[in-house]
């Protein structure tokens, strides 16, 4: 990817981070991030100390399929206009203060609810958690789209930077934060308080309001300040309908499968002995059928005429024939291949590591302090490096600087394995490994930035943001039986020859694409 030399000092570089739109990213990525650690970590600590066993507990998962397939509807974000607030706030700013609200309410839900009172009270937790996991998913949409469209792309390594400080902050607040004030509030393990955790959730819904503050305050971006929806009212009720009802389907398919999947999970562990992988099987054919559900309800919908087809094109299809169109095939495919492998090397390995500080010793006191607290701080720190350097070096050099990073600090934990219980070498590991993810993440969010048309941003964006995961969260689930076979180091191993091809792509796709040169920072 062919880049010029780096045109910016020091001194301009650093000055950057104080542009209005890098700053603005604080404070958006400070919204995005309170939602996660609701719907998981504390949630699940709220539902234990409550009782709820750990098969209901795992119902809530389905709360994390907004994150996953959040290029579903993405297109929608960029189609319909919201009547009233387009008008008044521009495309951008009315979604995602729309989706603010939604989470403020899926929040509050949660907060009224209490899991302990019985079984219809759960599903009612549950429910909330899906729609706290929907509206959270669709405020990403809007704030990758809003960043691309809002500054050029000097800035976009920066705004990464501010944007993932933003995140972390939160994730700080809604967990570790959450869990004290719960405590403080007086529900501990073996006392449970439905009170402290409600205030707690009535409290984190009030921190909502540092995004919602944003959103009213900031401009809306030059690109879509003036955009114009061509179809009729009845024409964006109609894709949207076509929406709600697929995404029906896809969850109704899931849920009459329940004991089916269960059943054909027991036989088929008789078969072939293996759990994880037998599990694996079964949940991906139940996911496929899910979809190929959805699909079908789409197609008959789509074959009575009630949707128009054009719109149909322009907000599914459209967007990613522009992207094969851009780059031409061989290298698009080239460039997805580094979009889904480019994190492969931290996240299989970051799906196990907890397991492997108790493995030595380590206790949860000792892990929350170095991962929650110190590795968070790193985080930010690597994310603020990353920005620096790729708005110094260019974003190419430093995405390979990632790469290279993520995979070679993987073989410190080779060294932490033969150590044991050294926890000065685990505060080592975890600064080298959290500093590089935070550069590599800062530098690859600039460059997925660099491969969107404006005109598809949030389609784009999304397809890119939810291909990046998918690989490595899937073979990371295989992690802990690769571990039961070779053994931690050589799986430390494995996991830094993982980030090899990675190196590849980012050489071979250097030959072919060029990021646009860097304009003078403003």
């Not at 002995?273 to 694996?280: E, L, M």
Request: hydrophobic letters at 55%; aromatic letters at 14%.
């Amino acid at each position: 990817m062919k880049e010029s030399p780096a045109v910016h000092s020091w001194r301009e570089s650093l000055r950057a981070f104080g542009h209005p739109r890098v700053v603005t990213m604080l404070f958006l990525g400070f919204s995005a991030g309170i939602p996660l650690l609701l719907i998981f970590s504390s949630l699940s600590l709220w539902l234990r100390e409550a009782g709820i066993e750990r098969s209901a507990v795992t119902f809530f998962s389905w709360a994390a399929l907004g994150y996953s397939f959040k290029f579903v509807w993405a297109p929608l974000i960029d189609k319909l206009p919201i009547p009233f607030l387009t008008r008044m706030l521009g495309r951008r700013r009315a979604w995602l203060l729309c989706a603010q609200l939604a989470i403020i309410a899926a929040i509050v839900w949660m907060a009224s609810t209490n899991p302990a009172a019985g079984e219809h009270t759960l599903t009612l937790m549950a429910f909330a958690a899906i729609m706290l996991g929907f509206s959270s998913a669709t405020q990403d949409i809007v704030i990758d789209a809003y960043r691309i469209e809002s500054a050029d792309k000097d800035l976009q390594a920066l705004m990464s930077a501010t944007y993932i400080t933003g995140y972390r902050i939160a994730m700080i607040v809604a967990g570790a934060g959450a869990i004290f004030l719960a405590q403080h509030l007086g529900s501990v393990e073996g006392a449970y308080s439905y009170n402290a955790w409600r205030w707690t959730y009535y409290a984190m819904a009030l921190v909502m309001l540092v995004g919602m503050a944003t959103t009213l305050i900031i401009r809306e971006p030059d690109v879509t300040r003036n955009s114009v929806f061509t179809h009729s009212t009845q024409d964006y009720l109609g894709l949207l309908f076509l929406f709600f009802l697929a995404v029906s389907g896809f969850i109704l398919a899931f849920f009459f499968t329940n004991e089916t999947v269960i059943t054909a999970k027991s036989s088929l562990f008789s078969m072939i002995n293996n759990k994880p992988f037998s599990s694996f099987l079964i949940e991906l054919f139940r996911f496929a059928f899910a979809v190929m559900v959805a699909w079908l309800i789409a197609k008959i919908v789509v074959s009575t005429g009630a949707i128009n087809r054009v719109m149909l094109q322009e907000a599914y299809i459209d967007p990613v024939k522009d992207f094969f169109q851009r780059h031409g095939l061989q290298l698009a495919w080239l460039l997805l291949a580094l979009i889904g492998l480019y994190r492969i090397s931290d996240i299989v390995l970051g799906v196990i590591s907890n397991v492997f500080y108790q493995d030595l010793g380590f206790s949860k006191a000792e892990i929350a302090s170095a991962v929650k607290t110190f590795g968070i701080v790193m985080t930010i720190l690597g994310g603020f490096l990353g920005g620096l350097l790729s708005i110094r070096y260019g974003v190419i050099r430093i995405l390979f600087l990632g790469a290279v990073l993520s995979a070679a600090t993987n073989l410190l934990f080779m060294l932490l394995a033969g150590m044991g219980h050294n926890l000065g070498m685990l505060y080592l590991v975890v600064a080298a490994d959290n500093i590089a993810a935070g550069l590599a993440t800062a530098a690859f969010i600039a460059f997925l930035s660099s491969l969107t048309n404006i005109s598809f941003t949030a389609m784009q964006y999304a397809i890119f943001s939810s291909l990046m995961t998918l690989l490595p969260k899937l073979l990371g689930g295989y992690s802990g039986s690769m571990v039961d076979n070779i053994g931690y180091p050589n799986f430390f191993m494995l996991t830094a020859l993982m980030g090899v091809p990675v190196l590849l792509l980012i050489w071979l796709a250097d030959k072919h694409y060029t990021i646009k040169e860097t304009p003078p920072l403003r």
